[in-house]
Structures are given as structure tokens and as C-alpha cells.
């Protein structure tokens, strides 16, 4: 298992890359290039200079996240060839510089969704926090993105780009046609044809669970389950086909039981197509209520050693980055990708992941 840290460049990121070298278990960073316009081919001067930047500060980059893709593949429409063949040319240029996975989503018009990114725990921290019925409450979409971008302070929300915004009225219109099916069989046609060149490049694709894993405005989302992961992971039967298993993502549905859903893949023959892994937790109120927590099992409703386990006994030897953190000891920065809690939720991470090699090796499981 390789540890990596998250890093949205050095304009949009306050955290320094000396920074992120110093946690112990970190080995590279997970960039994306902030802004960029989706559905054309990533420019590979940018690119060359991130890496260089990322490898002159001891890092390596070989994991790559949000490379988005265009809402007209999702719909089917338009021009989703010519934005296939942008998004296949992407892989080729991140590819020249040793990228090895690439985390993407599939979910129709809006990234993760929340409803407060800055709920305050009695501790004083403050976390991301979903409540369906503030969304219910929501009546004109737009609202809601202004709130998310206000509430950011202003910084860059991978997904919620400007042309999509400005398209928000457009978009929901076009989705009325599209339902889980249909958006299955445009997604079933992106992978045939990005997987052959994800096999040229030798890059993982590792597709990101709906966040929350529902229908949310009445827009179809179909990366959400165990039964619904399978279907897609079998559509086109690659390993270069695979998943980024978000614990926060997939387990804010109560019914995914995350270590039960990570031993199904292996009984399928499909845990090696887990490229990457999320690591956070959450704490599901009920249904369709969350916060996210500390990573610590007791502070959040999954058992993290519980899914590191199951993640072991898969064989699972890919990327794994701390997902969102918690906002501690005074820290000003982008919600959710803090410095001070992923640090600490990596080395918790590492503790358990240790413990498990250790006690195999001692013959203890
Ligand atoms: C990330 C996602 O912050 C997060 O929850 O895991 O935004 C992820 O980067 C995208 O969905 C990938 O396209
Ligand atoms: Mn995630």
C-alpha cells in the first residue's frame, strides 16, 4: 500500500508541499490541474510543470484526481466522441510522466454534495455535514451551488466548474431523458472506448462512488452500490477498468457495508481492480443525515479496521490517500482538505494497516 496526500497545486493549495513531505507515511501527492476546462485535452506544458514541482519537493505523482468528464458523455449527446478522444489524449499526456491511476467520477451535473461545509463539533472542529432535508427544501439548484462556492471561500470545488454552472437550467432539462439505464449504456460507451487507451498507457481508471451514493435532485446516480459497482467493473472486463472505494462516499448509505462490500469483490474476482482507496469516516445520524468525523473508528459509524482488514485479505496493494478531515487547531484552508487532520488520519491509517502486516507475519491471523 502506498500512502498519498491530496494537493491542489501550488496557486490552490495554502499547504506547502515541505509540508505534506513531512508526514511520515506520505510517499506522493494527488494533483489535478484546478479550473482546467472540462473536455479538452489537459495541457501537457501544465502538467510537465506540476510534475516537476511535485518531484522537486520529494514527491512522487502518480495518482491523478478529478480529470472530469464532460456532461455531454453522461448525456450521450452532443459532442461526446470528440470529448472522449480529448479525455483518451489526457491519459496519453499524463502517462509521459509516470502517472499510474486516475480518479474520475460518473455522477450526472454536481461532484460531492453538501449541505454545510463548516458543521461544528463539540470539540470545536468543524466538518463537512449532509442533511437531505435542507436539499429537499432546495427549489432552484442554483441556490444551492452559490451557497457550496460561497461557503468554500471561494476555492476551487473540483466539479462545479463555471460553464457547468452557467448550463445548470440547460443541463436539468437534458437529464430528463436520461434515467439509471440510459446513463449506464453512455457510460458503458465511454469505458469501451478510454479503457483500450488506458491499457496503452498502463494508467488505472478507478472510478469514484456518487457522493452521497442516491439520487440527488432527481438526477439518476448509479456508482452507489455493490450490485451497481459490479455491473460497471464488469462492462468492460479490464483490469484498467476499476474503483477508488471511498469509505465517506459509498458507507453514507447505511445498507453499504463497506468490509462486506471489499470481501464481495474478492469473492468475484475483482479485488484487483480496487486501484485506490478514500479513507474517512462518517457519522450517519440516520439515513439521508451524516457528518463526516476523525478517522478514528469510535469517532465515526464505520469500523476502520474492519475495512483495512478486508482490504488486506483482498490483497489490495494500490494508492490509498485520508479522505476529508476535520478543520483543527485554528487551520484556515480549503473544507475538508485540511493540513492537520489528514496527517493524522494517515498515520492512523498506516498504525492499523501495520498492525495487520505484523500480525501475519507473527502467524497471529
Ligand atoms: C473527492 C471527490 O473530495 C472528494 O470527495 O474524493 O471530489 C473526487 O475527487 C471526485 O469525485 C473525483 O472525480
Ligand atoms: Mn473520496
Not at 483482498?314 to 487547531?329: E, K, L, N, T
Request: include cysteine; proline fraction near 5%.
Amino acid at each position: 500500500m502506498k500512502t498519498v496526500f491530496r494537493w491542489f497545486g501550488p496557486e490552490n493549495d495554502p499547504i506547502p508541499l515541505k509540508h505534506i513531505r513531512q508526514i511520515p507515511s506520505v510517499e506522493g501527492v494527488v494533483v489535478t490541474l484546478p479550473g482546467f476546462p472540462v473536455g479538452e485535452a489537459w495541457d501537457e506544458e501544465k502538467i510537465a510543470a506540476l510534475h516537476k514541482t511535485v518531484r522537486g519537493g520529494g514527491l512522487t505523482m502518480e495518482v491523478v484526481e478529478s480529470v472530469e468528464v464532460h456532461e455531454d458523455i453522461k448525456l450521450g449527446a452532443g459532442k461526446r466522441d470528440l470529448y472522449i478522444e480529448n479525455y483518451a489524449e489526457t491519459l496519453r499526456r499524463l502517462s509521459k510522466f509516470g502517472v499510474k491511476a486516475v480518479c474520475y467520477n460518473f455522477m450526472p451535473v454536481f461532484d460531492w454534495t453538501r449541505s454545510d461545509l463548516a458543521y461544528e463539533l463539540p470539540d470545536g472542529s468543524t466538518v463537512l455535514y449532509y442533511d437531505q432535508g435542507e436539499i429537499d427544501k432546495v427549489t432552484d439548484p442554483r441556490q444551492m451551488a452559490e451557497d457550496m462556492k460561497r461557503s468554500s471561500g471561494g476555492a476551487y470545488m473540483p466539479g462545479w466548474d463555471a460553464e457547468k454552472l452557467d448550463r445548470l437550467i440547460e443541463l436539468f432539462e437534458l437529464y430528463k431523458s436520461v434515467d439509471g439505464e440510459k446513463l449506464f449504456e453512455n457510460y458503458a460507451y465511454f469505458l469501451g472506448k478510454i479503457i483500450p487507451v488506458a491499457e496503452e498507457c498502463d494508467i488505472k481508471m478507478a472510478v469514484h462512488p456518487d457522493d452521497p451514493p442516491w439520487n440527488i435532485f432527481g438526477l439518476p446516480r448509479i456508482v452507489n452500490n455493490q450490485k451497481n459497482i459490479e455491473r460497471i467493473l464488469r462492462a468492460v472486463d479490464s483490469p484498467y477498468n476499476g474503483l477508488t472505494l471511498c469509505t465517506g462516499s459509498l458507507g453514507s448509505d447505511p445498507d453499504n457495508d463497506l468490509p462486506a462490500i471489499i470481501r464481495r469483490f474478492g469473492e468475484a474476482g475483482l479485488a484487483d481492480r480496487i486501484h485506490f482507496v478514500h479513507a474517512r469516516n462518517v457519522k450517519i445520524i440516520k439515513a439521508g443525515l451524516f457528518h463526516e468525523s476523525a478517522h478514528l473508528s469510535k469517532s465515526g459509524s464505520y469500523d476502520m479496521y474492519e475495512i483495512m482488514k478486508a482490504l488486506r485479505d483482498a490483497g489490495f496493494d494500490g494508492y490509498m490517500r485520508p479522505d476529508h478531515g476535520r478543520m483543527i487547531w485554528g487551520e484556515n484552508g480549503r473544507p475538508g482538505y485540511g493540513l492537520y487532520d489528514r496527517a493524522i488520519g494517515a498515520e492512523y491509517l498506516n498504525g492499523l494497516w501495520e498492525a495487520i502486516v505484523k500480525s501475519e507475519e507473527a502467524g497471529l491471523r
